[in-house]
């Protein structure tokens, strides 16, 4: 997966940038044929704010934005609101999935 990580007015100390790498990782265990994530810090009038966007398969993408105290603990807030998006997700698509079969329809 490739992962862009952005700073906008503002500068980021490798330490977090790396951080950021592995947390965007991890989330792609969960998703579903990820392909693209990206990062995004800003100070918007001083408060630091996090975006994080994973791309998935078949065009979803799963966007979640977050501010803090700092950009460490903005960014835990928004990976942890992806990772809940994206575990909705899949149950959603197993039960789609299952109401086609029972109604004998094919998956598009």
Same mark, same amino acid.
């Given at each position: 997966?490739?992962?862009?990580?952005?700073? %906008?007015?503002?500068?980021?100390?490798?330490?977090? &940038?790396?951080?950021?790498?592995?947390?965007?990782?991890?989330?792609?265990? $969960?998703?579903? %044929?990820?392909?693209?994530g /990206?990062?995004?810090?800003?100070?918007?009038?001083?408060?630091?704010?996090?975006?994080v966007?994973?791309? !998935?398969?078949?065009?979803?993408?799963?966007?979640?934005?977050?501010?803090?105290?700092?950009?460490?603990?903005?960014?835990?807030?928004?990976?942890?609101?992806?990772?809940? /998006?994206?575990?909705?997700?899949?149950?959603?698509?197993?039960? $789609?999935? !299952? !109401?086609?079969?029972?109604?004998? &329809?094919?998956?598009?």
């Open positions: 997966m490739r992962i862009t990580i952005t700073a %906008r007015h503002c500068e980021i100390p490798d330490e977090l &940038r790396t951080r950021a790498r592995t947390l965007v990782e991890r989330l792609s265990r $969960v998703a579903t %044929r990820p392909h693209d /990206q990062v995004l810090f800003s100070a918007d009038h001083g408060t630091p704010t996090v975006e966007r994973v791309h !998935a398969g078949r065009g979803v993408v799963h966007v979640a934005t977050a501010e803090g105290g700092d950009h460490r603990s903005a960014l835990d807030l928004a990976v942890a609101r992806v990772r809940r /998006q994206l575990g909705k997700a899949t149950p959603k698509r197993r039960r $789609v999935a !299952a !109401a086609r079969r029972a109604v004998g &329809r094919e998956p598009r």
